[in-house]
């Protein structure tokens, strides 16, 4: 199983990027898919949620700025990202939260984010 992110780049404040997360080899419809995001010496944190039937959470820090979306049949996965701040920079990682016991989850490599003028 592979998760592959793309989409990273440079970025103003108040600009926007769409990342997205291709899944390979996975039975996609029996995962949560969330995107994740880290910073320097932070620990990873939750940026989004969507379940297999598509309902969606967010941080407080990127409500009504951030929409997460997913296409099962292709195994892919996006958060539109819009009004970017400095503080969102970080490298943002897909991650694939099985919904079933005996399952594990997946993480992709990561893309990188800069928002700065």
């Known amino acids: 199983v592979q998760l592959v992110e793309s989409g990273g780049g440079l970025v103003q404040p108040g600009g926007s990027l769409k990342l997205s997360c291709v899944g390979s080899d996975i039975i996609y419809k029996v995962y949560t898919m969330e995107w994740y995001r880290q910073t320097p010496g932070e620990q990873r944190e939750l940026v989004a949620s969507?379940?297999?039937?598509?309902?969606?959470n967010y941080a407080d820090f990127v409500k009504g700025r951030f929409a997460i979306s997913r296409d099962n049949p292709s195994a892919s996965m996006y958060l539109q990202m819009n009004s970017l701040k400095s503080e969102d920079t970080a490298v943002y990682y897909c991650?694939?939260?099985?919904?079933?016991?005996?399952?594990?989850?997946?993480w992709g490599q990561g893309t990188k984010v800069t928002v700065s003028s």
């Open positions: 991650h694939a939260q099985p919904n079933y016991g005996g399952l594990r989850d997946y």
């Open positions: 969507i379940t297999a039937d598509g309902a969606t």
